[in-house]
């Protein structure tokens, strides 16, 4: 089984700063891609950052210049930071992460639990 749990959300004012986090834990052999998506009230599930294993990141043009996403794959975890938050930016984020597992034979997609962040104006 793999699990993906998100850490770091939280209450903040705009302009401010917070860091997500995300480690994967379980029977995992490697992780092909790490992203975040994030889910406002009301709206569909949006994309916010990719980092596949050996490739670049890519962003929401929402969030360019604002956000950076990492991944420490000795960890399995994926962060991301936001900077220059804004009322807009409050949602539930999400870690999603293409993961094999059984020794490199099975490939599936992975979602973490959500956590909120909100931005006040």
């Known amino acids: 089984q793999v699990q993906l749990v998100e850490s770091g959300g939280g209450l903040q004012q705009a302009g401010g700063s917070l860091s997500l986090s995300c480690a994967a834990s379980?029977?995992?052999?490697?992780?092909?891609?790490m992203a975040w998506y994030r889910q406002a009230p009301g709206e569909q599930r949006e994309l916010v950052a990719t980092?596949?294993?050996?490739?670049?990141?890519l962003y929401a043009d929402s969030v360019k210049g604002r956000f950076t996403i990492s991944r420490d794959n000795a960890k399995n975890t994926s962060y991301l930071r936001m900077n220059s938050l804004k009322p807009e930016d409050t949602a539930v984020y999400y870690c999603?992460?293409?993961?094999?597992?059984?020794?490199?034979?099975?490939?599936?997609?992975?979602w973490g639990q959500g956590t909120q962040v909100t931005v006040s104006s």
């Open positions: 999603n992460a293409n993961i094999w597992t059984s020794g490199g034979s099975n490939l599936r997609n992975y």
């Open positions: 379980g029977s995992i052999f490697s992780i092909q891609i």
């Open positions: 980092l596949p294993t050996n490739g670049r990141a």
